[in-house]
């Protein structure tokens, strides 16, 4: 009995050394030495329905995607790779290589983001699909999991050991459900700039992975329009490389680049109609002028390699690739169509037609578009800024308006001065700090303080107090009940509740409502009011003043001594191009990073200006208003007025405008 115990208790141990060793290597083993295209060549098959080049998966097609790829696997110390890559050149197919890899030898909490949820499902039947059925080695993972619960659907796919999340980046509450390892956010430049009110997606979704410390990211898209492309902005703040080819004749390494104004680059001779001849594209080398034929471009990228322009960025943790539509391999995209493609580009814009020319840059350069439309240069106008004090208005004007923008912790003020022509003078910028919830009756309330700041006393040159016709405060914020509150208080004293809109065509001023309600729900018709300001309008008009160069009808006048960062916010946004369900519309947008505080006042300190008409006074009214600023003549040179003729009838302050009130003040 005893040898038979001591034969069982050895049995056991052996079982259950085994089953140890088979848990180790299952749950604490690290992750195999494969790397991304390891993986890939031996496990990856390309559909019919994902590629037009069905079959095993072979890096030696694109060899630049070697790399960046590489950079994703398990063991590879690299944070986040950026590819700012040109259609057709293979960028998707290296992002689902990554995201393979990860089921397979890393398994954990994996999400990918699409710009929307339209698009992830397409993208999820389109291509992850495929992706996992045509590997035996995922499918045999993820089939376990659907065979026995079915928790795998269209937006979420369950495997052994982890999670694939599908999201749209332009759902808010997909992106912050669920903690991730491993992220990859696919055409980047085509996510909302805000979705549901909180902010950039791309953000919300890198907030996913901070408690994970092996984090991976990978970030890909085309780039869109400059100083607002994400792409563009993550490949600047990395290592930013490019790929190099050597010239099949000399060996010399080189950047392929277009080249439409250097010696070397994509060449082309013209047939009568000036349009490319096909047969005539080549490439000239950059080191010694060597004609270099499409049919090299197999054995160019073979040898190719990556050189970083700012290499060891970030500590080597994050990683950017940039590669146009030049490296494209032979059956793709071609060097002839890339030559027709930007004749009729060119083209296009003879015609007035930028479209063609932004699909070009974007989809085959990898570079983003400059927008033509409306733009000011903040040097522009801080070189001509003239040497006048603050808060002293300057002969050509005659009235005030006073804009007040609200902040979570301050009130933004801009004071202008207005002139004949639509003349503008920022007289004074300033601003008050504290909570704007406080009332005004509390100390330290920041409304308190803007009291006394309208009560103030502006002068002009002559020392002649200038009148202030309104103040704008913009309702749109945090604090709309204490703005309500505020205007009141003192509307009486031309104070006025506004809330910009971004829509085209609106007016500068539209038509109030009434927001105080009586007990009964009915509007106070003598309440406060909301005035509309249609800001995409006034941003229009104030660009087009600002590059008004001399004086004269309407032009701006700032004074030098005004801080640096007036220039540069009243400056800050720009007019782009945005296509919405393939329509183009223009809209004004900031770019990421910068205030525009300034241009807001702007916007309100117009509005205000509006309000009062003065874009419509006649040259009476403009006389009147300068006859009161003009300095006191000495004593020796008045003259005695001319008794009026009998019966004269006094003169009434004429009516300005659809609104009641005489110029520059008064009951209204």
């Known amino acids: 009995m005893e040898e038979l115990a001591a034969s069982v208790e050895q049995e056991f141990d052996e079982a259950s050394t085994a089953l140890a060793h088979d848990l180790v290597r299952e749950f604490l083993a690290p992750p195999p030495r494969q790397t991304v295209t390891e993986w890939a060549e031996a496990n990856r098959y390309l559909s019919t329905v994902e590629s037009a080049e069905a079959g095993p998966y072979r890096s030696s097609r694109t060899p630049y995607t070697k790399e960046p790829q590489d950079c994703m696997s398990t063991r590879s110390p690299v944070e986040e790779v950026v590819l700012m890559w040109a259609s057709q050149t293979g960028k998707t197919a290296a992002l689902l290589n990554c995201i393979g890899a990860s089921i397979a030898n890393n398994p954990g909490p994996v999400m990918i983001v699409w710009p929307t949820n339209t698009v992830a499902k397409r993208n999820s039947r389109q291509r992850i699909a495929p992706l996992l059925n045509g590997s035996p080695q995922l499918a045999a993972r993820v089939a376990a999991n659907r065979s026995r619960d079915k928790a795998n659907t269209t937006m979420l796919k369950e495997f052994d050991g982890g999670i694939l999340v599908i999201a749209g980046a332009n759902s808010a509450a997909d992106l912050r459900s669920t903690p991730v390892r491993d992220l990859y956010l696919d055409e980047v430049d085509n996510f909302p700039l805000d979705v549901d009110g909180e902010g950039d997606p791309s953000k919300l979704a890198e907030a996913r992975q901070t408690t994970y410390s092996r984090r991976k990211r990978l970030k890909t898209s085309t780039p869109t329009t400059k100083d607002f492309s994400r792409i563009e902005a993550a490949f600047l703040a990395s290592d930013r490389c490019y790929f190099h080819v050597p010239c099949p004749h000399c060996g010399a390494y080189q950047r392929l680049e277009l080249g439409t104004s250097t010696p070397h680059g994509l060449k082309w001779d013209k047939d009568h109609a000036g349009a490319p001849i096909p047969t005539s594209v080549r490439y000239v080398c950059v080191a010694n002028g060597c004609e270099i034929k499409e049919h090299h471009k197999r054995t160019m990228l073979a040898a190719g390699v990556w050189v970083a322009e700012q290499p060891g960025a970030h500590g080597g943790r994050v990683r950017g690739f940039h590669l146009s539509g030049l490296y494209s391999p032979l059956g793709w995209l071609s060097w002839r169509t890339i030559a027709a493609e930007w004749f009729e580009a060119n083209q296009a814009v003879t015609r007035g037609d930028l479209s063609l020319l932004r699909v070009f840059i974007n989809t085959r350069l990898a ?30 004007f005659s009235i005030m308006t006073l804009a007040v923008d609200v902040q979570a912790d301050r009130l933004h003020l801009g004071l202008w001065a207005w002139g004949r022509g ?26 308190a303080a803007l009291t006394k700041y309208r009560a103030a006393a502006v002068h002009n040159v002559h020392d002649k107090p200038v009148e202030l016709l309104s103040t704008a405060i913009d309702s749109g914020g945090h604090h709309t009940q204490a703005v309500y509150a505020y205007a009141r208080a003192h509307q009486h004293q031309h104070v006025l509740a506004v809330k910009g809109q971004s829509q085209a065509g609106k007016p500068i001023m539209g038509k109030p409502t009434p927001q105080d309600v009586n007990w009964r729900g009915e509007k106070i018709k003598r309440g406060v009011k909301l005035w509309p300001v249609g800001a995409d309008t006034a941003k229009a008009e104030i660009y087009g003043r600002l590059r008004v160069d001399k004086p004269g009808a309407g032009f701006v006048l700032f004074s030098k001594h005004l801080p640096a960062e ?5 400056t800050s946004e720009r007019l782009v191009t945005r296509y919405v369900k393939g329509r183009a519309r223009l809209e004004w947008v900031l770019p990421g990073g910068k205030r525009n505080e300034d241009l807001d006042c702007a916007v309100y300190a117009l509005a205000a200006a509006m309000w009062g008409g003065i874009d419509r006074w006649r040259d009476a009214d403009w006389q009147r208003l300068e006859k009161r600023l003009l300095p006191e003549k000495p004593a020796d040179e008045k003259k005695p007025e001319p008794a009026p003729p009998p019966q004269q009838p006094v003169a009434v302050p004429r009516r300005v405008g659809r609104r009641r009130g005489t110029i520059g003040g008064g009951s209204r």
């Open 566 to 570: 007036v220039f540069e916010q009243i």
């Open 367 to 396: 570079e983003t578009f400059e927008e033509q439309g409306d733009r000011a240069d903040q040097n522009v106008l801080r070189k001509r800024a003239a040497d006048i004090p603050l808060r002293v208005v300057q002969a050509d």
């Open 422 to 447: 639509m003349t503008r003078q920022l007289v004074d910028r300033t601003v008050l700090y504290g909570d704007p919830a406080s009332p005004e009756s509390e100390e330290g309330s920041p409304w």
